[in-house]
């Protein structure tokens, strides 16, 4: 069965966000992912994890100022030193929480600006390089226009055609079932189209972002066909609970028992 992970940037909110691994580990969860780490320092991540018995299964690259909207550096031409930077900030995070693979966002940028889309290129492929010295994947992930309106990287048959492209060994797909129904649909065929590259998938019902299993996807059947695929990584559960964490996690149930003892990687 799939290995799960709580996504703690939107899971467990009625705790303060140290206090949600607990959280996560008590309502059954091994694994843990979030958007970003750096509100806190790496010893004090990394105390949690241990402390709970819990896996990093993933979290963003520095993304620049994320209050002030910005959503990535990588299509950024005039960004890359500070894109460079924020690499060096996450690697020391990684290190610390023993993550075996980041995301880099790509930000807000026109997708067929020439200049944008050598950027991008340019800063995948090099920060594909730096993580994969220290044994890391790099993920990148399509995010659908509904939720973040004018980000560059919102096509899966693009991110795929990159990561062909530049055939690097540790680059590969964030594979985000919700974002996928809402930009492409036919999740099953993409699925097994790319699996290959595959290198996190993560979840949430469509289309109010909600539990799995309270949307038009039929998320057991796809959590199911992950198995057959014989995807072995971290199902992120990315969703906003409708009406508290612990209230919602009736669909977890039948996947707890299997997620102790699961492989940590």
């Known amino acids: 069965m799939p290995r799960f992970a709580a996504n703690l940037t939107l899971m467990f ?50 993304p620049g100022d ?24 996450g690697l020391t995070y990684a290190k610390a929480t023993g993550v075996a693979r980041l995301h880099l966002m790509a930000g807000m940028a026109n997708a067929a600006d020439p200049d944008a889309q050598a950027a991008y290129r340019r800063a995948v492929a090099w920060t594909a390089e730096r993580v994969g ?10 995010i659908n226009a509904r939720n973040m309106p004018g980000y560059f990287l919102d096509d899966f048959d693009a991110a795929a055609t990159l990561i062909r492209d530049l055939d690097l060994p540790n680059l ?8 996928c129904q809402i930009l492409h649909g036919d999740v099953t065929m993409r ?6 590259m595959v290198g996190h998938v ?4 469509v289309p109010a972002r909600h539990e799995p299993g309270t949307g038009e996807m039929n998320d057991a059947f796809l959590f199911a066909e992950l198995d057959r695929l014989g995807y072995a990584g971290f199902v992120g559960c990315e969703y906003n609970p409708a009406a ?14 299997s997620q102790v003892g699961a492989s940590t990687r």
């Open 133 to 142: 010295r220290e044994g890391l994947d790099l993920v990148l992930e399509p």
């Open 172 to 179: 590969k797909l964030q594979f985000d079932l919700y974002h």
């Open 244 to 257: 508290g964490t612990e209230a919602g996690l009736g669909w977890f149930a039948p996947y707890r028992a």
């Open 202 to 205: 993560q979840t949430a019902s």
């Open 191 to 196: 699925l097994r189209d790319l699996m290959p």
């Open 13 to 62: 909110t009625e705790h303060a966000f140290l206090d949600r691994f607990a959280a996560a580990a008590e309502a059954g969860f091994t694994a843990v992912e979030f958007l970003f780490p750096y509100d806190h320092p790496p010893q004090a991540i990394a105390e949690r994890l241990a402390r709970h018995g819990l896996t990093q299964a993933l979290f963003n690259l520095p």
């Open 66 to 89: 994320w209050a002030a909207g910005e959503r990535g550096l990588a299509a950024l031409p005039d960004r890359f030193a500070e894109l460079q930077a924020g690499v060096e900030t």
